[in-house]
């Protein structure tokens, strides 16, 4: 029975290495590797497991998924935050939010209740801008309801915005393929100092849809594969548009959105090269950023130049959407 715990422990071993090494790996090489990232923070779990295990009942046996876990402590540092609370005061607080389900709740009777819920929950927490995702052409009179006292960039019918309580100066948008499927970006005035800002949403995969239930995982996977590998190859050519425009940037910029892809995939990889991940910088604790049984499902990210500090990066367990809101403070 030990030899076969053994031989399953070197295959979750071997998965978690392979997790490891998907975020080096381009799309449009090849979905092997990909299909790891996507399964890591599960992996990641078989293997603590392991560990446990082995320390219980033959320490030897051990050193295998310990060896595997210490080799990926970058990749865990994506997945769990090891950072303090920092009291510091915050020049600024920007949140993210995929409000994907207000499609739904703002649709039907008893609409009334769900806005002003909303409402109320924005006017609690006041963070300073908002950068929103999936917003729906026909509800605009509703968000003006919800997110008084705000500029807003653009006042038209595309899924991204921009909410501001500091001036915009200039602002544009980056199609992509659909309306829903975009980047809005906003220069901002915050006591004198400008920052460019972005509400990105990259293409979906529906793969957050499917791994609700555990066992559509194993009764979808040649779906999975297919659609996971084919919308990452649209979104690293739509992230590469967004850095293009950003690189050419006079101020510091921060991207936030929904990124549709995990840490541990090359859409990661490519925007990490340049920005710091706010959650890296100041999160603590589990990130999980999709609402379904997937656990640690992290898709939606809040990204800085190197010239800002983050003070703090926080999840909102909020059930307003099928996406937690996150907020990032700063020190400019």
Known sequence: MKKFLFL???????????????????????????????????????????FLMWLAIKPKNALLSGLILLLG????????????????????????????????????????????????????????????????????DYYKQIFTGYNLHPDSDIGTAIYSKHPIINGG???????????????????????RIYSIHLSSNRVTNLTDD????????????????????????????VLDHAAQSPYPVII?????DVPQSYIYKMIDEDYKDAFREGGRGLMQTYIGRFIGLRIDFSFVSEDLKVLNHDIIKTNLSDHYPLVTTLDL
């Open 8 to 50: 399953l422990n070197n295959i979750a071993a071997i998965g978690l290495l392979l997790a490891y090494v998907s975020p080096y790996v381009p799309p449009k090489t090849t979905w092997f590797f990909s299909i790891f990232g996507l399964g890591y923070p599960f992996i990641l779990i078989v293997n603590i497991l392991f």
């Open 73 to 140: 402590f970058n990749a865990l540092q994506k997945a769990i935050g090891f950072n303090p609370a920092n009291n510091a005061d915050a020049d600024l607080s920007i949140m993210t939010y995929n409000i994907g389900k207000t499609r739904i709740d703002f649709h039907y009777k008893g609409r009334e209740k769900k806005i002003k819920k909303f409402k109320n929950f924005i006017q609690k927490e006041q963070p300073e801008v908002i950068c929103i995702q999936e917003r729906l052409p026909k509800h605009l």
């Open 173 to 195: 948008n980056i199609p992509f393929n659909t309306k829903s499927h975009n980047a809005t970006w906003a220069d901002i005035e915050v006591d004198k100092k400008k920052i």
């Open 214 to 241: 555990i066992k559509e995982i194993f009764d979808e996977s040649k779906y999975i594969l297919s659609k996971y590998n084919e919308h990452a190859k649209v979104r690293a050519t739509q992230l590469k548009q």
């Open 256 to 260: 936030n959105g929904d990124f549709n």
